[in-house]
Every structure is written in C-alpha cells, then in structure tokens.
C-alpha cells in the first residue's frame, strides 16, 4: 500500500510541477520522494540541508541518530540498528539549552545552558548544534552505539511495559 502511495505522489509531483512538503519520521521515505530536508526537534529547526548531503554527512547528532535508526541500502551496514534513548521533551517545560541535550550521546556542558543557533556547516547545509558530528571523536562515536539501546530490546520494553499496562487495566476492571 505504501509502495502505491509513493507512486501516486511521484506522479502526481511529475503532472502537476508543484512542490510538495512531505512531514514524516520515516526517513526511507525521505530518501526516495525528497530532494531537501528539514530536520525538527522540539519544535525546532535543527539541521536542514540536500537529501544526498544530510544522509552521507548528517552533522547534528538527532539527525545523526535517526539515520541509524534505519536501514541503509545505499551502505554495507556492519553497526547494528540502534534506538534514541530517553523520551521526547514535554514542550510546556523543555530543557534550557539544547533542547536535545539530555538525549544526546555527545552532550557537553555549555550544551546544558546555552542554545546553539542554526548555523552553516557546509555549502546548502545548516545544522543547530555546538559540537557537529565531524568533531566527534570516531571512539566517541563507537561508544555512542554501544551505549546505545538496539530497536529489537528497545521493541521488546515497549512490549513488556503495554502488556504491564494491559495487565493493570484489566485488573482494575475485574
Ligand atoms: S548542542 Fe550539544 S546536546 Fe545539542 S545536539 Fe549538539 S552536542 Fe548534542
């Protein structure tokens, strides 16, 4: 079904010349419809940049980790699939500074207490973050997937806690 409607929008795109605005977390999907991206978070513009660009060099660490949260064909993968860890921030109270910055395996202090703003990175391509993904260090990057939780245990909390869930449900209505 997803297959079609992918179909039907390409066309659609093709026979009309107009530009479309595509709002999803599935980053497949960016892949095979967009030509630019707009990366969010809290609400937030945090990186934006050419579809090709972002995928082959993704600077802001939300983008960074939402991009191993899938798989690639267009790379030999040898990492597992990892999740995010934590929960999106409530936006009636967010955190001061990065708004991502208690996610964030790359956190360092000024990020805690001073919001970056967006800022360029590369040619067409901006990101909001202070440290950028090519600062990483590539062993801070392998502990930031080793650390990281893999989506079949991250899947498998979330079983385990709906069907806590389910359990107290039903007991309160015996
Ligand atoms: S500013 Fe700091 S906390 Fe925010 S994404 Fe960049 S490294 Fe992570």
């Known amino acids: ?25 599935n980053m497949a999907l960016v892949a095979s419809l967009c030509q630019r ?16 660009q972002i995928f082959r060099s993704p600077q802001h660490p939300y983008t960074w980790s939402l991009l191993r949260s899938v798989p690639r064909v267009d790379e030999a993968r040898k990492d597992r699939l990892v999740s ?3 929960l999106p921030p409530d936006l009636t109270n967010p955190p001061p500074g990065c708004k991502f910055h208690p996610r964030c395996p790359f956190v360092i202090d ?12 590369a040619l067409n391509q901006v990101a909001r973050c202070w440290v950028l993904m090519r600062n990483v260090k590539e062993d ?5 997937k080793a650390s990281a939780l893999s989506i079949e245990a991250a899947q498998k909390l979330k079983a385990d806690a709906e069907a806590a869930a389910a359990e107290v449900d039903s007991v309160a209505g015996s």
Request: hydrophobic content about 50%.
């Open 37 to 52: 991206v707009v990366v969010m978070y809290a609400g937030r513009i945090v990186e934006e940049g050419p579809v090709e």
């Open 140 to 144: 801070d990057v392998a502990a930031a």
């Open 110 to 121: 000024r990020c805690r207490v001073e919001e970056p703003s967006l800022g360029e990175v």
């Open 84 to 86: 995010i860890r934590g």
């Open 1 to 25: 079904m997803q297959a079609q409607i992918i179909q039907l929008m390409k066309q659609l795109n093709r026979e009309l010349g107009t530009a479309m605005m595509l709002i999803t977390h």
